[in-house]
């Protein structure tokens, strides 16, 4: 059995939990255990979640099912019981996700803990010129050439002084008063951002699930999947989901994209405000989604670091043990957001 600890002093949560998907500091949780304070949220390969209790690279990870803590730590409250259970519901624990769903389950923490790390945000950033340049380009429109460090200094401290006449031609053509202008700057920023990281976080996992389709492939060929109509049915349903979930996402950005091109085109406070409100009503499905498929394509690739490791069974095992699990899930999610999106829903092959 497991005892609490003296009362350690609250750790800030680090700016790798914080950029992260797949997993959650409770130190920035309002728990009254001293000992899950330094615990974590982490989803499995089978997309469920569990609590983290300690992490080397020389001991691996100590982890048990949230509904095992009061069995280790009995002096856990019936409330803090209550907020892990919650926060174990959940899909994803990116910070953009966390923002609304944290709300809704009344948990109160400290915004500052709902950012991405400046390290984050300055890469992103860096690589987001195509939904910047348009904004700064159709506002101003006078020709010169837009570089990233005056943008990067617009949209973290406008200085009102300096760019007085911009400023006026902005509210001119937004309708948005002067003084509100850093503010619409800054949630433009932050919109843009999120995109920026849902479609960065997308993009990592495309080498492993490109791999991974050769790897499928060569496995169907062998006779214990040829001979076996139910490892053969679990390879195409695996196949079919992840290839619909990757192409949905796709689809899901894309129509994004649109948007910010839409409001490019007319920019008022009506236009930013429907902008703002189909992305970030898409921020929990889109964790949910990238989460699960970056979990899975992490620990398949861990499992398998490259196409010759593990016999067919062992293969045949790690799809119908780790990989299927969840996806249909994942699905469900998707579906129901391509159909507030107004796209229609895409079914596996099962």
Request: proline share 6%; aromatic share 6%; hydrophobic share 35%.
């Amino acid at each position: 059995m497991m005892t609490e600890p003296p009362n350690p002093p609250d750790k800030p949560t680090s700016p790798s939990d914080r950029d992260a998907m797949d997993r959650l500091s409770l130190s920035m949780i309002p728990l009254d255990s001293s000992a899950l304070k330094s615990a974590k949220l982490v989803k499995n390969a089978q997309l469920e979640t569990m609590v983290e209790l300690h992490s080397d690279k020389s001991s691996g990870s100590l982890q048990i099912r949230p509904e095992d803590i009061q069995a280790s730590f009995p002096a856990t409250s019936a409330q803090d019981l209550a907020v892990i259970g919650k926060l174990s519901s959940l899909h994803s624990y990116d910070v953009y996700s966390l923002r609304s769903t944290l709300s809704k389950l009344g948990i109160e923490v400290d915004k500052s803990q709902l950012e991405l790390s400046e390290t984050t945000k300055e890469r992103l950033e860096k690589n987001s010129m195509e939904f910047v340049r348009p904004l700064i380009a159709n506002l101003f429109g006078d020709g010169g050439e837009v570089d990233k460090d005056t943008l990067t200094r617009l949209f973290r401290d406008p200085d009102v002084t300096k760019v007085q006449q911009r400023l006026k031609i902005m509210s001119q053509k937004t309708g948005i008063p002067v003084a509100e202008i850093p503010a619409f700057l800054q949630s433009y920023r932050d919109i843009f951002l999120s995109t920026t990281y849902y479609r960065d976080c997308f993009d990592s996992i495309a080498p492993d699930l490109n791999r991974f389709w050769l790897w499928l492939g060569e496995l169907k060929g062998h006779r214990e999947v040829t001979g076996s109509p139910a490892a053969n049915a679990s390879c195409n349903n695996v196949a079919a989901l992840l290839r619909n979930l990757f192409t949905s996402t796709r689809d899901r950005m894309n129509k994004f994209k649109s948007s910010f091109e839409s409001f490019w085109r007319d920019m008022n406070p009506t236009s930013f405000g429907r902008l703002r409100a189909q992305i970030e009503d898409n921020h929990d499905t889109m964790g949910a989604v990238l989460c699960g498929l970056g979990v899975k394509m992490r620990n398949w690739s861990a499992a398998f670091p490259d196409n010759n490791a593990g016999s067919p069974s062992t293969r045949i095992a790690y799809i119908t043990s780790e990989l299927e699990p969840g996806l249909d899930q994942l699905m469900a999610i998707e579906n129901d957001a391509r159909v507030k999106l107004g796209l229609p829903k895409l079914r596996s092959q099962r």
